[in-house]
């Protein structure tokens, strides 16, 4: 018996993805890499210097409600603008995933649909 079924590949994540999440509504949740500046050292949180470091660190975004780790992260990681630091790669993971589980929002229609 034939099977008529298409399988399609999924389109190529956007440069600087680096996990991306499906949510109950059928958007998507995406961790990216994300440059930025904080006076946390290298250990990580709490531990703060006395002068500025650029770091590669991650930020996540529903592109079904637009829920950010600013809005939707852990506390500590709000009050630093929803930024994870290079050691919270596993945080950034685990908070996209949890907010994809809970998330309904359907994915946003493409301009013109």
Known sequence: MLNNTQTTQPADWPEGVI????????????????RFTTR???QGRPYVGNEDYEVDGFTWACFGCDATGATDGRNYIRLDYGRYLPTERG?????????AERCRALPR????E
């Open 40 to 42: 946390y050292t290298g």
């Open 19 to 34: 996990a991306r999440y499906l949510t109950v509504g059928g958007a998507t949740v995406d961790v990216r890499t994300h």
């Open 91 to 99: 945080e950034v993971r685990q908070d996209a995933q949890e907010h």
């Open 109 to 112: 229609p493409e301009v013109g």
